[in-house]
C-alpha cells in the first residue's frame, strides 16, 4: 500500500492494473538501492542521533543508528538454527497432499 500511496494510487488494485510486471519489478530494485516512506525517515533519524549521541558521550562504545530504530529492528530476519529448518520441512512434507 505504500507504494501505492507513493505513486499516487488509490488502491493497489488499481496500481497493479496500470503497471506492467516489470514496472514493478523496476520500483521494488529502485526501493531495494533508495528506500522511501517511513523506513527511510527512521534511518535518517537513526543516523542524526547517533552523530548527537557521539558528541555527547565519553569514549567508549557508540550507539549505531540501528539502535534508534525500533521499526526496522523489529524487521531485522530472525536466524533459524539447522534442527529448525528440518523441522519446518518434515512439517511441510507431512502436511503436503492432507
Known amino acids: 500500500m505504500t507504494l501505492a500511496r507513493t505513486l499516487g494510487f488509490v488502491t ?3 496500481m ?3 503497471l506492467s510486471a516489470k514496472e514493478l519489478v523496476e520500483l521494488e530494485v529502485a526501493y531495494s538501492l533508495d528506500p522511501w516512506g517511513p523506513e527511510r525517515m527512521e534511518r535518517l533519524v537513526g543516523e542524526i542521533c547517533t552523530v548527537i ?3 555527547h ?3 567508549g562504545t557508540v550507539l549505531q ?3 534508534y530504530m525500533p521499526f526496522i529492528k523489529r524487521l531485522q530476519p530472525q536466524t533459524q538454527s539447522e ?3 528440518k523441522a519446518i520441512w518434515q512439517h ?3 502436511n503436503w497432499n492432507t
Open 92 to 94: 511441510a512434507v507431512e
Open 53 to 55: 549521541d557521539m558528541f
Open 83 to 85: 534442527d529448525d529448518m
Open 65 to 67: 543508528p540501528l539502535d
Open 16 to 18: 497493479y492494473e496500470a
Open 12 to 14: 493497489r488494485e488499481r
Open 57 to 59: 558521550r565519553a569514549k
